[in-house]
């Protein structure tokens, strides 16, 4: 029976459509989903080599497939192979961020008796996978378990050259030594899993692999963050119905055990309408606009137009949503060993992602569906909802328990 391959799908997004006719591939070419069972590496090589391909990644663990760059009509004759599932155009995506605050006092992060903040550097035992652009593996106030990298950009290493996978991780794990910052959870391992070029573009391809290498270390990584995203869907079905390997990548990834936190996304939209963030197998974050660090609303902003202890108005919002964290105005680690404040969704997601670690470090044996309802049973309602254009008030993270 002809397999057909899903719609490009527009920038910005990662959603695939189920079963639209095949258009032209994006210049980054096409996934190929294999069934379970088959060989990876060696269907890879043979299309290839039978249609002049040029091979881009591999898929053994979250996902059995590869990326090629193709043309549109070997697309269409590999969607035939009866190991073939579907094959899925490939797309880009780009960061969800663009700017940075006081979000560890906000979340009690500095009461967690797990977090233990005193300016001793004691360190987190916790490994947590940055699905971003890389960090800088030196920084003195980050731990990052180098032997842990994943390129997956291109490019030569993990390493940042743009700044935001760097931030992320001085978010979730910035070192309590007394210098800099602090995280949420000080000191936890970073694993740099390089998906986004130094542009802060990537494809679904890359992040794939990205994931595929988090799924293979499942047994030392607790924790993924995923600060970026994309236009699409949730066909509440792993991505089985509409054909999006992402999403059975992830949940994939989320079965092995690892718990994932995502950016909402910051085009002021319904979230159903992004991915990641529409995924149910992920703790999806909105972002939360706070100058102080403090409930009550009565702090001017500090760099975005924006009320104190609001709905951050470039957030996304809606009922994919899980939890809101801190995502305005946020200092944290940055390239060339320095800081900077930024804003977005993608500096929300991260303190989720840190007080995942928390809970995991106090409670080993916690599944990713525990870690989520026990981060939304202990948020609060501190903050104004007034203006939030769903009318939901989702809980405020708050980590002074874990």
């Not at 591999?58 to 094959?87: M, Q």
């Not at 119905?241 to 949940?251: E, P």
């Not at 990713?368 to 104004?384: K, Q, Y």
């Amino acid at each position: 029976m002809r397999r057909s391959l899903p719609a490009v799908l527009t920038a910005i997004a990662l959603t695939a459509p189920a079963a639209p006719p095949v258009r032209a591939a994006a210049p980054e070419g096409y996934i190929v989903v294999l069934r379970k069972g088959t060989d990876s590496v060696s269907i890879a090589q043979e299309h290839s080599g039978k249609h002049s391909a040029k091979l881009l990644h591999t898929y053994n663990h979250a996902l059995h497939g590869y990326a090629a760059a193709l043309t549109e009509a070997a697309a269409k004759e590999i969607a035939d192979d009866p190991r073939v599932v579907f094959v899925q155009a490939d797309q880009r995506v780009r960061l969800e961020a663009q700017t940075v605050p006081t979000g560890v006092d906000r979340v009690d992060a500095e009461l967690s008796p797990t977090a233990d903040i005193d300016t001793v550097d004691k360190r987190v035992d916790v490994d947590v996978a940055v699905i971003d652009t890389g960090i800088q593996a030196d920084h003195p106030d980050l731990n990052v378990y180098a032997a842990g990298a994943k390129n997956c950009a291109g490019g030569v290493g993990a390493a940042d050259g743009n700044g935001h996978g760097t931030h992320v991780a001085g978010t979730i794990g910035a070192l309590d030594n007394g210098d800099g910052v602090v995280g949420v959870a000080p000191g936890a391992r970073m694993w740099p899993v390089r998906v986004l070029d130094d542009s802060g573009n990537g494809t679904f391809s890359s992040i794939i692999c990205g994931v595929d290498h988090v799924t293979a270390n499942a047994d030392k990584i607790e924790v993924a963050n995923m600060s970026l995203g994309a236009a699409g869907t949730d066909d509440r079905d792993c991505g089985r119905t509409n054909r999006d390997a992402l999403h059975q990548a992830v949940c994939a990834s989320v079965a092995a055990g690892v718990t994932y936190a995502v950016a909402a996304g910051n085009s002021s939209v319904d979230s159903a309408k992004r991915v990641p963030a529409a995924y149910d197998e992920v703790i999806t974050v909105s972002a939360l606009a706070d100058f102080d660090g403090k409930p009550g609303g009565r702090t001017a902003s500090t760099c975005v137009a924006d009320d104190d202890d609001s709905l951050a108005n470039f957030s996304n919002h809606g009922r994919d949503v899980d939890l809101i964290a801190p995502g305005a105005c946020i200092r944290s680690t940055w390239i060339k060993s320095g800081y900077q404040v930024s804003s977005g969704t993608s500096m929300a997601s991260p303190h989720v992602a840190g007080a995942a670690a928390l809970y995991k470090a106090a409670h080993p044996s916690a599944t990713p569906s525990a870690v989520r309802t026990a981060l939304i049973s202990a948020g609060t309602g501190e903050w104004n909802a007034g203006d939030d254009p769903d009318g939901v008030k989702e809980p405020l993270l708050n980590v002074r328990t874990f």
